[in-house]
């Protein structure tokens, strides 16, 4: 029988494992809604190919934009996007099953849970094992969640929705994984452990303290973007973001099934 790890060791792994999960879920949401959009773009230019006054007019309209312009019909959904798109998800899940294991080490007055976190494990024990076409994992997730659809994903205008529309909400996993990370912090510092609130801040002590060069980059490495040509765009104000993300948690923390 193998040696448990000290629980202080699994809250640390388990707070890395819930960046990762946000990543994730960022670069998941990401490119399912880029895939999206380039299917109603194939979409646009099936339907605009006809040799017709309409169908001109409507090219024409479209091509007094610059090439590049986003609201031309120019997004592809290739092959590889759809990949991602399932790529993205599948590492999501596995993220969060870890995120679930540090948090099963929580103290039981400290540990958080989420609705339907059973149908998260079994949708991610099934695409682990994803050569067998009737396993243990694919009969479980049959018999517990019989409405669920592996690998199918559902959106509306608000939301994208794991194994289909009676599945499981993003927003769900994502205000769940805010929840863990709170007790995870939480119960680190309880135990005499220092956790770094700021997680752009330099990991190199007094690297931020010096003075030269006054520009610096903090990041993490998430979805890196490559610059489209200049669109008009504005910036939102300061402290929106910070803003946002509050009305989010509250409206989670009114969710029936946590």
């Known amino acids: 029988m193998s040696t448990r790890r000290p629980a202080q060791d699994v809250w640390w792994v388990g707070m890395c494992w819930v960046e990762a999960a946000q990543m994730q879920a960022d670069r998941f949401e990401e490119a ?9 773009d194939a979409e646009m230019r099936a339907s605009l190919k006809a040799d017709t006054d309409h169908a001109k007019s409507w090219r024409d309209s479209y091509d007094a934009h610059t090439p590049y312009d986003p609201h031309r019909p120019i997004h592809v959904p290739s092959h590889a996007l759809r ?15 870890n995120v679930m294991r540090a948090q099963d080490r929580l103290p039981v007055n400290a540990r958080t849970s989420m609705g339907d976190q059973g149908a998260i494990k079994a949708l991610r024990n099934v695409l682990e094992h994803y050569d067998e076409a009737d396993g243990g994992s694919s009969r479980t997730l049959a018999a517990d969640f019989p409405s669920l659809e592996t690998e199918a994903f559902a959106y509306t205008n608000k939301e994208i929705w794991f194994g289909g529309l009676s599945g499981v909400p993003l927003s769900r996993v994502r205000a769940w994984l805010h929840r863990v990370r709170v007790a995870l912090v939480a119960a680190l510092e309880a135990a005499g452990v220092e956790v770094p609130h700021d997680l752009l801040a330099s990991a190199v002590e007094g690297d931020d303290e010096l003075p030269w060069p006054p520009e610096r980059i903090h990041y993490g490495y998430w979805i890196p973007h490559v610059e489209e040509p200049e669109w008009p765009r504005r910036d939102a104000p300061e402290g929106v973001a910070e803003l946002m993300a509050e009305r989010f948690r509250r409206l989670r923390a009114r969710d029936s099934m946590d």
Do not use: P
């Open 32 to 40: 399912f809604y880029a895939w999206q959009r380039a299917l109603l």
């Open 83 to 97: 990949m991602q798109v399932s790529s993205e998800a599948s590492f999501l899940l596995v993220a969060a099953r």
